[in-house]
């Protein structure tokens, strides 16, 4: 092609041999990414596993179908199916997406035909990797991440040297250049761009966007956390370990597990077997409370009491119900809207697929058995036609066995108020009943569960317990709804929180007090909360560091926006000014949560770990630097000033033209005497960069190409393409 341009893709070369063991590594790197996000099926896996498998073990003898067309075309084919059957299935796109990407990865490492780039492998993997960060917040994607990004990086300068060694016609030369030194530079160039990465993150301007995360935590569908519950659903519930909640205290003083309760629904209608929350002709099934969540909702007035402050973050829940404390009297959080149904129950819009983080103030006042000897237990009053009306549906039962009203009779005589009727009830089931997973046995088909509870042998799960408690509360005139949610959970004592798991899913009930409000009363016997009292054995233990791991994520990389920017740099300023201008004042209550690498007593950052993350920075820089002049060390003396003695006469190498593509056109401008001369050099620069050669004495040629250039008569400077 001399005297017309030539660009560098003119002259690539390609790579006929096996891949680089880093492509094998960051293409299982991108495919763990995904597997992580629990939205591959086992099957679809296992074809990954059995292709990376059969693709490694043949890396250097491919069989015949490796290489052939057609039939990894035929797989394609395949691939291109199995991801429409998954999209008409009703999989979301980015889900189908995974799938197709997990096995065109397979694939492509499949493919052993020779090849001028890694541009495909590349582009595929680097897809999996924003699939996985839109389906997963799991603290094990950053490492992933890591491992990516230097694997990445290798294969692309292993591949970029291989194809210019075989350019220079000593394909094998490429091996002696992957030394030692060229890994350290690229793990530090990677390391780099990583702190560079976070800095920007922690600084540039942000704003809180909630997608599609399951991988979050796999929102449990079951009707315990839904307007309808049948008896047994909260004892289901209570056989999976999975957390639900973790709650944490600003002031690090967390609720005892024993005392512990965080309301979920409260349901007023029974019909013996199932609970739910009645309709309302005259109310919509749900309200919007008014206010923003950022800036807080106010729940109930405010009554002067003290108040305690939890931090909640919750995993997806089908229904999307905020599990709260009792009297919680204001909620924020970053969400838009907040409902309430006419239970009190609290609810997000839309689906529960995704974690959500909102901040509590409730009221700790205890409540006092003398003022509540004094009330009497009334139904609320609720809007009806022609005004307020009570709300009688918190009396209604279905038909009750003769004996259980007697039996309410029985546990009740002798009380003279309305509050140690319901007290007695409470102590009696805890006294008597026997805490079960397994239901009580219906003997008589005509028999409903909780008459078979009570007749029986007092033995079930809570369900039946608060269920009873309703039954004899309302059979003695006491207006009383069974709630569910959960109680006790486990401190975690290397997060410094508590973790609710669905194990302590729990049901207890409410008696409205006319002046008091409703009341909780807890039937179940108080063994069935021992697992807050268990020794940890070594793997729970193993578990909580994974679970304060998990939560410090989330909270300070999944969840971190311009609210937490907007903190972060308040409190680089309160440090910088502390020592000049103390303050005594604690924390604020909008304050979002404390610091994870040191903090002053406020909850600000430590200015040291912001000075030790810039002298990193600056460590970086000046390795990045070492990195570029070592790089320019790489091109022989010789050749370099050959090239400066052409430039002298306007002759410049292109930066698309090769080493032998200058030369040959470098030939046909300068004359014989120089141009072998060069020629020689050339071949020089060659074998010392790509071969390791130790570089030769080239003065005679430097001086015989500066005769020769010497005696041109050339214009201006002119490119050689």
Known sequence: MEGSRMTRSDFRTVVEGPRPASAWLMALVASAALWITEQLPIWLIGIQCLAFAIGLATRRDPPAFRTNAVWLNVFMLGITTITIRSALAGNPATVSLAWFTALAQALQLLDARPRKSEFVLVAVALFQIVLASTLTDSILFPPLLVVFVVSVTWTLLVHTLSMEAAEAGDPEAAS?????????????????????????????PRIETRGFHPGAGRGFALSGFSTRVSLGDVGRIRQDPSIVLRVESPDGRLPDPEKAYWRGLAFDAFDGRDWSISAS??????????????????????????????????????????????????????????????????????????????????????????????????????????????????????????RVRSLADEITRGATNDYDRAWRIQQALRRRGRYSDTPPRLDDAESTPIDAFLLG?????????????????????????????????????????????RADAHAWVEVHFEHSGWIRFDPTPPDRRLRSARPLSLFARLAQIGSAVELWWFQRVVDFDSVDQIGFLRGLWRSWTRDRHPVADGPEPGDRRAWPFGSDSRGWPD???????????????????????????????????????????????????????????????????????????????????????????????????????????????????
């Open 176 to 204: 002696a250049v992957l030394a030692s030194d060229l890994r350290r530079m690229t793990f530090l160039a990677t390391g780099l761009c990583l702190a560079l990465a976070i800095l920007l993150f922690m600084l540039f």
């Open 281 to 402: 002709e005259h109310r919509a099934a749900r309200r919007a409370l008014s206010g923003v969540g950022r800036f807080g909702v106010e729940l109930l007035p405010d009554a002067g009491s003290p108040l305690t402050i939890q931090r909640i973050i919750r995993e997806p829940v089908a229904s999307n119900v905020l599990f709260v404390p009792a009297r919680t009297r204001r909620i924020q959080g970053p969400f838009q809207a907040l409902e309430r149904d006419r239970n009190g129950g609290l609810y997000l819009p839309g689906p529960g697929n995704e974690r959500i983080r909102y901040t509590l103030w409730s009221d700790i006042g205890e409540r006092d058995p003398d003022r509540l000897r004094g009330e009497r237990a009334r139904p609320p009053l609720e809007p009806g036609p022609g005004g307020e009306r009570p709300a009688l549906r918190y009396l209604a039962l279905p038909a009750v066995d003769p």
């Open 607 to 721: 200015p040291g770990w912001i000075l030790a993350a810039l002298f990193l920075l600056g460590i970086g820089l000046s390795g990045w630097r070492r990195f570029r002049s070592v790089a320019d060390t790489r091109v022989p003396p010789g050749y370099r000033a050959a090239l400066r003695i052409l430039a002298r006469r306007g002759l410049v190498r292109p930066a698309t033209a090769t080493a032998r593509d200058f030369a040959a056109s470098v030939r046909a401008r300068v004359p014989a005497a120089g141009a072998s001369a060069f020629a020689e050099i050339t071949d020089a620069y060659l074998a010392s960069r790509f071969g390791a050669r130790p570089d030769p004495d080239l003065r005679d040629r430097l001086e015989a190409l500066e005769n020769a250039v010497d005696g041109m008569r050339l214009g201006n400077q002119t490119d050689i393409g």
């Open 457 to 501: 042998e007092l033995e079930g799960h809570c369900e039946y317990f608060a269920s009873a408690m309703v039954t004899l509360a309302r059979l003695e005139g006491l207006p009383s709804r069974l709630v569910n949610g959960f109680a006790g959970g486990v401190a975690n004592e290397v997060g410094g929180f508590i973790e609710v798991t």
